[in-house]
């Protein structure tokens, strides 16, 4: 897969994301998102890796939010940046995401370390919610993943406040996982990534779906329904006998219902 924006390589079983823009804090471009979803989607459709980790470039930045230039002048889907786009793809993926926090993540670079499944962060890390000191808000995957991960008042304080936190100050909150050296990062990531991708592969799936499908409405209940009980239900007797029946014309032999 080749990219502008992100880059992405595989190390056995952990696939890595890069936000590739380091000169720009690693900012969001309507390019990257899309790059992102593309790249997800592929990874959705294969089995090499079972872990994914996302990452910036370089030592400073995570990714400080996004560049809304070069848009269409419009109140519609053109002229918004598609950064659901990218929180969806993460959220669709039946594998589990780690950010690797190397820096700042600041507005929708918060935000997407958040919707990310664990977030490992290097000391001199830093969080912060800007949106309303700047003319911008995240009122969706924002708020309520920020609301599940931290409490509705404390969640309510970022966005009004908007106060920096440290990584210390991030897991205290609730809002990550683990705090690392800096020097750690790297290995204490690729690490614990080796540890998940230990476990079974639909088992972890399932999980990650059950979570998702609290926020996910019809489109949560899909993701569990449709992508990991269907495919199992085809191989069963009952399925095969009703398939078999109706080409047949012919009743069922309800003696195979629930096997």
Avoid at 111 to 126: H, N, P, R, Y
Avoid at 155 to 179: D, Q, T
Wanted: with cysteine; glycine share 10%.
């Amino acid at each position: 897969m080749q990219f502008e924006e992100i880059t992405y390589s595989e190390d056995g079983p952990i696939g890595t994301i890069t936000l590739n823009r380091p000169h720009d804090g690693n900012m969001f471009t309507p390019k990257m998102c899309h790059e992102i979803r593309d790249c997800i989607n592929d990874i959705r459709r294969e089995t090499r890796t079972r872990v994914i980790v996302l990452t910036g470039a370089g030592d400073k930045f995570f990714c400080i939010g996004g560049r809304k230039e070069g848009m269409e002048d419009t109140l519609l889907y053109a002229g918004v940046l598609p950064t659901l786009e990218m929180y969806e793809s993460i959220d669709k993926l039946q594998k589990p995401v780690i950010a690797c926090v190397n820096g700042f993540a600041v507005g929708g670079g918060n935000v997407l370390q958040m919707v990310c499944d664990i977030t490992i962060a290097k000391e001199s890390a830093l969080f912060r919610q800007v949106g309303p000191m700047m003319g911008s808000f995240d009122a969706g995957y924002g708020t309520w993943y920020l609301e599940d991960l931290v409490g509705k008042k404390r969640a309510k304080e970022m966005w009004y406040r908007n106060p920096k936190l440290s990584a210390a100050e991030a897991l205290e909150w609730g809002l990550i996982n683990h705090v690392v050296p800096d020097h750690e990062l790297q290995s204490f990531t690729r690490k614990f990534a080796l540890e998940v991708a230990d476990r079974g592969a639909f088992a972890l799936a399932s999980i990650k779906a059950a979570f998702n499908a609290r926020h996910g409405g019809v489109g949560g209940l899909s993701r569990m329904a449709h992508d990991l009980l269907l495919r199992g239900y085809l191989d069963t007797k009952e399925h095969n006998e009703l398939s078999n029946s109706f080409a047949e014309r012919r009743s069922p032999d309800p003696s195979t219902f629930g096997h």
